[in-house]
């Protein structure tokens, strides 16, 4: 290549390093690690709800709609948190604090996906779930991220909420209705949530306060929040051996049971472990109960696929 040539592919080059990095901070801003713990959720509904394989089509107009929807709902939280994730160690790299994006395209990008993903799954899934959706978006933007999040201890438990949505759209996609197999896995989601969250909170326990949020760790002693994940992990284990009886009829039996039951002695023993470290005053290392609690329920769901399948 001669030297004027490649004088003109340096323009272009800057040109397609700078439309990557700008589609990477819109991308950013929807959080994509937390889309796929949310769809790791979907697919296992979709699957009890039409016992079995739902089509293709529906099965992928429900995971891009619903990756629409859980994207703008971030993308909203992280338009009004702009100001408190300048303060916090683990969010001031994110597009908005870094200025890559300015506030008012980030709140035009949330509105499209907004729009985006509410008209699709209206017009290929049911409107129950496009009405879901909407609502989640909704309640996680607006309850949670300007309300709750910032003025009760207890943002974790109505956060819980829009967190385990996904489940209730993916069964809504496939029967335009709502029943009690999906209200229990929808309930083994939200159990999930508090001590899956609380031992990210531990970890970030500074942050959190640097920005004056009233996350549980904030406000209250380290052993008061050991003793309540305890709580809530025995929780989720209970409301997950319930999806037995309830969805006997949709192909759970003793193969999900046992892998339940499994898993649910491994979440608990974590649980108890990181709360005898914490009365033991040494290192509590909340992470590892964290990524436990990650793998506990993306096998789980698994679990629910195998059974639905077999």
């Known amino acids: 290549m001669t030297a004027l040539s490649e004088r ?44 079995g394989w739902p089509t293709w089509t529906l099965l992928l107009s429900t995971l891009v709609g619903g990756t629409l929807a859980a994207g703008a709902a971030n993308v909203f939280n992280c338009y009004f ?32 996906l907004t729009v985006s993903s509410v008209v699709l799954l209206a017009l290929t ?36 909420v829009p967190g385990a949505a996904p489940v209730l759209i993916g069964w809504a996609a496939v029967t335009g209705s709502l029943a009690w197999p999906a209200v229990v ?30 996350m549980l ?28 009886p309830i969805a006997e009829d949709y192909g759970i039996g003793l193969g999900y049971t046992a892998a339940a039951a499994g898993l649910g002695v491994w979440f608990v023993v974590e649980a108890h472990r990181l709360h005898r470290r914490i009365k033991q005053g040494g290192e509590t290392k909340p992470m590892q109960l964290f990524h436990v609690s990650i793998s506990y329920l993306a096998l789980l769901m698994v679990a629910i696929v195998v059974d639905a399948i077999v």
């Open 125 to 160: 899934t049911t409107l129950l779930a496009a009405a879901l959706a909407a609502g989640a978006i909704f309640y996680y933007a607006v309850l949670y991220t300007m309300v709750f999040k910032r003025h009760t201890r207890r943002s974790t438990e109505f956060g819980g």
């Open 81 to 112: 948190d702009r100001d408190i994730d300048r303060l916090m160690h683990r969010t001031q790299k994110r597009p908005l604090p870094m200025g890559e994006i300015t506030p008012r395209a980030a709140l035009i990008f949330g509105a499209v």
């Open 217 to 244: 760790p904030v406000v209250t002693t380290a052993l008061s929040v050991g003793r309540q994940t305890v709580a809530w992990t025995w929780i989720t284990v209970a409301v997950s051996l319930l999806l037995w």
């Open 185 to 214: 896995v929808f309930g083994i989601v939200f159990c999930w949530q508090m001590p899956h969250f609380w031992a990210l909170a531990m970890r970030f326990k500074d942050d959190y306060a640097r920005a004056d949020v009233p």
């Open 8 to 51: 003109q592919a340096d323009p272009a080059r800057r040109l397609s390093a700078v439309l990557r990095a700008r589609v990477g901070s819109y991308v950013a801003l929807t959080k994509p690690r937390i889309i796929e713990l949310l769809l790791v959720t979907t697919v296992p509904a979709m699957m009890l709800a039409a016992r």
